[in-house]
């Protein structure tokens, strides 16, 4: 079975700049999450999908953030203006629905920014 | 929100020692799962454990859900063992506790 695709797996831009990350879910899984995972932190929730509709987007900063998943398969999530703030490594897991979920969650290799 | 607290947040081990780390959590919880996070950032699951003792080889975990707790036993640990371990917590979305960094010293 394959896991969690994710693309680039590496990106170096400039403060202000924009930039965009791909997620492709294991084959089945209706839930897809974002999270964002700065050196020497534990990973944090950016957004949750279930299929193509939001669940929890309430530490997304929608100012500069995006993120979509329109046909309920692969996602992508958007930073534009990026920060500084925003080095980090942007992991995409997925899990099945929930009717049947084991809680276990899948994570892909994830794809490490670097804001200079 | 709730609250995922991991202890120690380092530990140094000699190949072969045994260890234990802790994951503690302030609220009610569906699930909980422990990952190994290796040096190439992978995050690997190790347990989904919401309740109850598990183990895979070297390795156990025991979540206490009425005392909000789960601990994890790594025996005989090998240099391989090396890097951060996470617990999560879903109790609605899941929640990352800040880890605990493994060396394991040849």
């Known amino acids: 079975e394959a896991g969690v695709a994710q693309s680039p797996r590496y990106k170096i831009i400039e403060k202000r700049q924009s930039v965009a990350f791909w997620c492709n879910p294991i084959?089945?899984?209706?839930?897809l999450y974002w999270y964002q995972q700065i050196l020497g932190q534990g990973p944090k929730l950016l957004i949750q999908?279930?299929?193509?509709?939001?669940?929890?987007d309430s530490q997304l900063p929608k100012d500069r953030f995006s993120a979509e998943r329109l046909k309920g398969v692969d996602s992508t999530l958007k930073i534009q203006p990026a920060k500084l703030e925003d080095s980090a490594v942007y992991l995409c897991?997925?899990?099945?629905?929930?009717?049947?979920?084991?809680?276990?969650?899948?994570f892909g290799e994830g794809s490490r920014l670097t804001v200079l | 929100g709730i609250q995922v607290e991991q202890s120690p947040p380092d530990l140094i081990l000699q190949e072969g020692a045994n260890s234990t780390l802790r994951c503690n959590f302030s609220d009610s919880v569906n699930n909980l799962q422990w990952f190994h996070q290796n040096p190439w950032g992978q995050l690997i699951n190790l347990f989904y454990i919401p309740s109850g003792t598990k183990q895979n080889g070297r390795l156990s975990a025991t979540t206490v859900a009425t005392e909000r707790y789960s601990l994890l036993y790594i025996s005989s640990s090998q240099t391989t063992d090396s890097g951060v371990y996470f617990c999560?917590?879903?109790?609605?979305?899941?929640?990352f506790g800040a880890g605990t960094r493994l060396t394991v010293k040849p």
């Open positions: 897991a997925s899990a099945p629905s929930k009717r049947r979920w084991t809680g276990e969650l899948f």
């Open positions: 999908f279930q299929n193509n509709g939001v669940v929890d």
């Open positions: 999560a917590v879903d109790s609605g979305d899941m929640r």
């Open positions: 084959s089945g899984h209706a839930t």
